[in-house]
């Protein structure tokens, strides 16, 4: 297949450190005012260093909520107060509001049988509900949950998240991102993802915050946040220890999986697959 010519979908954007700080994910030092601020990684200019290994954060979590343990975690979407969640598994896959005080299904629909559910995006009324390896993402109505229409995707298809160019960004498990026009999801170009020139594959589960990518890496306790002009990765979040798996039965499938922003409240959420419990972050310097 011919590589598709590179595009840069985005005007190239100014990380100041009011920007990066309004992620609210709170960026202070482990032991208070003394400790680094996302500030030291910032040039006199006011833009981050492109040079040298991206920071690494970690996190405090600020609330714990129930989560359904039968939840194979796929996407995950929070949108005018309303928690929605793709899961998947041939035979389990599904589309889900959710309760977030709860954990409780408020509405579900079940896919087909043969479909393997994936990333979920929103967008003019319209949830987008990728499926791993059918070449097809379904459009369901935001509010009823009626399917209507459907788009060709490439195969496999696995995190989407709708970008503040209003376009779609698209993983495959690789290192690329890839942007889709958002009614034919015709490709209309992409950026390789790089930690100081290295490559940094296993793309997943994406959400879009202040402009920025957020990808969790596929069977990593990890979330890496992408400059969508070039790739680069700004920062990584280390959530290392943010669940005891072997305490809550939790096998080598079910991983972190699962990135939701509260534009409102401006609260983070990450869970993985059947875990039982969703976490409100904010990432710590």
């Not at 928690?83 to 309760?99: P, Y």
């Not at 788009?151 to 496999?156: E, I, M, N, S, Y």
């Not at 305490?247 to 609260?267: M, S, W």
Request: with cysteine.
């Amino acid at each position: 297949m011919t590589q598709p010519t590179r595009i840069n979908p985005f005007k190239k954007i100014a990380f100041v450190l009011t920007l990066v700080a309004s992620i609210v994910l709170t960026v202070t030092g482990c032991g208070g005012s003394d400790g680094d601020s996302l500030g030291d990684y910032l040039s006199d200019s006011g833009q981050l260093e492109p040079s040298g290994p991206a920071p690494v954060l970690t996190f405090r979590v600020v609330e714990t909520y129930p989560h359904q343990t039968d939840a194979f975690t796929q996407g995950l979407l929070y949108e005018d107060g309303r928690l929605l969640e793709s899961t998947g598994l041939v035979g389990q896959s599904s589309l889900r509001e959710v309760d977030l005080e709860t954990g409780n299904v408020i509405k579900q629909q079940n896919l087909a049988s043969n479909l393997f559910g994936e990333g979920l995006a929103s967008r003019q009324g319209s949830l987008f509900q990728l499926t791993l390896d059918s070449g097809e993402a379904i459009v369901w109505d935001e509010e009823t949950f009626i399917p209507t229409d459907t788009r060709a995707t490439l195969v496999p298809a696995w995190g989407l998240a709708l970008t503040d160019a209003d376009t779609f960004a698209f993983s495959d498990g690789t290192s690329t991102i890839r942007f889709l026009d958002p009614i034919t999801f015709e490709e209309v170009g992409y950026v390789t993802a790089t930690d100081n020139g290295v490559e940094v594959d296993l793309l997943n589960e994406l959400e879009v915050v202040n402009g920025l990518i957020f990808a969790n890496r596929f069977t990593k306790d990890e979330i890496v946040v992408i400059d969508p002009a070039d790739g680069r990765v700004l920062f990584r979040v280390d959530l290392t220890g943010l669940i005891d798996k072997q305490a809550y039965g939790l096998g080598p499938n079910d991983v972190l999986n699962g990135i939701a922003f509260d534009t409102v409240e401006r609260r983070l959420f990450v869970t993985g697959k059947r875990w039982p419990f969703l976490y409100h972050i904010e990432l710590v310097q």
